[in-house]
């Protein structure tokens, strides 16, 4: 018998296609710049801003601020909780992939 769900058990974090692709970027490296999402996901900068922003107020990543010489430099990692988050998420579409093969 197949696991049941109900689409109420996505998270709704995720529903933007940018967001899936910062968390996904998150989860294969411990620590990553503005610059490096810029230019992987091919945004730009107020479109990348707006959506880092609104997973670091549902404290889903976190923000560390530093300097690079005189260059202010922004780098980003998942936090446990939008780790455990956003794995879950996965593990729903995953559950809705294999119980709907035809």
């Known amino acids: 018998m197949s696991k049941k ?10 529903d933007n296609r940018v967001r899936l692709g910062i968390m996904t970027m998150l989860l294969a490296t411990e620590w990553c710049d503005f610059s490096m999402l810029k230019e992987n996901l091919g945004l730009t900068d107020g479109n990348l801003a707006s959506h880092l922003k609104s997973l670091e107020e549902i404290d889903y990543i976190e923000v560390r601020k530093a300097f690079i010489g005189k260059k202010p430099n922004s780098s980003y990692r998942a936090t446990n909780l939008g780790r ?3 794995l879950h998420h996965l593990n729903i579409l995953q559950t809705i992939i294999k119980n709907n093969k035809i």
């Open 5 to 14: 769900f109900h689409i109420e058990e996505l998270n709704k974090a995720f």
């Open 84 to 86: 455990k988050a956003f």
